[in-house]
């Protein structure tokens, strides 16, 4: 027998896990050979004393009960094999209500017992309490009939050992409601053992990668320039950095060339968080070499060795398959204080000049660093003389990017630039205390999209 339960619904067992599901197909399997078993007896008996009616409603419960582990087997389907277990029961019990000439006694009610039990099993409440009304309307039927009707069929008799069995098998149904119930909650408790096991584990890598990033920023930070050294050298001026992430894509540079001439930089790499952060490092890394190192301080020359640098350093060509296409745009500004002489060249990043309240936008070149090359590239150098009180603003895309406001739009490239000239006038620092609030009242409840540089100089 095991064997043959092995070869009928073994391989529907190995696909779930449900523990509810195995229940089902082990205890539909049991009901359908047992009560084929038993059906089969009575059919021999029912043929053998002449019970002609009985043997017909016997011989088609018999082939129906037959079919219901082929389809456990070849359709692994619980619900449909369920289904036509309870057709086959229905018609099965109108049949034998119609033909036994007994009044309801105490064995049929067992047998109503341990199908109403075996359906609530199967299909749960709802369908339990449909298939109980079913029932109890044949049973009334039939009690309804027994009264009015002439009709006369030989009725089978009743033996007291027919009492043992709905009786034995309410108790296995009951018996599988609890065992079902038992296993589901120890496969809960397996499981969620099992998952605080992961969330420990996960909560613990969790915070290796957190105190990896945040060393991260400490390097990051300490590769940046420092604010106060660049105060010292532009005191009337102002940096807004705010990453989205622990660490930046975005990243600001700057070098003091002599008492007269400086060049600062504002850079967004490819990306945000780690892998933009590692961009900025080498991006610092590069113009150190090229400027300090190299010392070349032509803006439109800085910006080509960049280029060249990282296009060698990260192996960018496009004959190689595995190289890395990430890159950097950026602006670079050139002040000559003693000259008041500006020299501005970028890489698709905007510088704005606002004088007397006008807004001039130098875009520059619309080629980024790095990356595969498709031709050759040029940065132009925009040279001219700054007057006093005029400001400089140039500005990475994450401010410009971010949603936000009533209607959840960008805050778009337009309305920075209104604000900039909105703000030209006040002091450095009121000019960053402003920009801070404007993109945390238009953020609201939004995300931050990307990483934040906005850089201002007044002269």
Not at 2 to 23: M, N, P
Not at 120 to 129: C, D
């Amino acid at each position: 027998m095991k064997k043959l339960k092995q070869w009928f619904i073994g391989d529907y067992l190995a696909k779930t896990t449900d523990v509810f599901e195995r229940s089902k197909i082990e205890l539909l399997y049991s009901y359908s050979i047992s009560f084929w078993i038993l059906g089969t007896a009575f059919y021999i008996s029912a043929i053998v004393r002449g019970y002609t009616y009985h043997a017909f409603v016997l011989t088609f419960a018999v082939i129906a009960l037959l079919l219901i582990p082929f389809i456990l087997k070849y359709k692994q389907n619980v619900r449909i094999a369920s289904i036509w277990y309870i057709i086959q029961q229905i018609l099965v019990s109108i049949g034998e209500t119609t033909i036994q000439q007994n009044k309801p006694d105490i064995t049929s009610g067992l047998w109503i017992m341990t199908f109403v039990l075996f359906s609530f099993f199967l299909f749960g409440r709802k369908w339990g309490l449909i298939i109980f009304l079913m029932m109890n309307i044949i049973s009334g039927v039939s009690i309804f009939d027994k009264r009015y009707s002439n009709t006369c069929f030989p009725a089978i008799p009743r033996f007291p050992i027919e009492i043992l069995t709905p009786l034995l098998l309410n108790l296995i149904v009951v018996w599988m409601f609890i065992k079902t119930r038992s296993d589901a909650e120890e496969h809960i408790k397996q499981q969620s053992l099992q998952l605080e096991e992961k969330s420990r584990e996960l909560e613990t890598k969790n915070h290796d990668v957190r105190d990896s990033i945040n060393y991260a920023k400490r390097i990051q930070y300490a590769v940046l320039p420092n604010e106060e050294a660049i105060q010292r050298v532009i005191p009337l001026s102002f940096i807004y950095y705010l990453p989205k992430d622990i660490v930046s894509g975005d990243f600001y540079w700057f070098y003091e060339i002599n008492k007269e001439e400086y060049i600062i930089i504002c850079g967004d790499c490819t990306g945000h968080g780690v892998p933009g952060a590692f961009m900025t490092v080498i991006g610092s890394n590069l113009l150190n070499q090229i400027v300090i190192d190299n010392k070349v301080y032509e803006p439109g020359k800085i910006l080509m060795n960049l280029d060249e640098l990282l296009n060698s350093t990260l192996k960018q060509d496009k004959h190689r398959l595995q190289g890395v296409q990430d890159g950097m745009d950026l602006s670079l500004i050139k002040v000559n204080k003693l000259k008041k002489e500006c020299i501005i060249t970028s890489a698709k990043r905007p510088v704005i000049l606002v004088r007397d309240k006008q807004m001039k936008e130098f875009k520059g070149s619309k080629h980024s660093l790095g990356g595969m090359r498709s031709g050759e590239k040029h940065f132009e150098e925009i040279k001219f003389q700054l007057k006093e009180d005029d400001v400089l603003f140039t500005y990475t895309d994450g401010y410009t990017y971010q949603f936000g406001g009533e209607k959840g739009k960008k805050y778009s490239s337009k309305r920075l630039k209104e604000f900039l000239v909105s703000i030209s006038e006040d002091t450095a620092l009121v000019q960053k205390q402003k920009l801070e609030q404007e993109f945390t009242k238009w953020r609201g409840q939004h995300e931050q999209v990307d990483d934040v540089n906005v850089l201002g100089i007044r002269f």
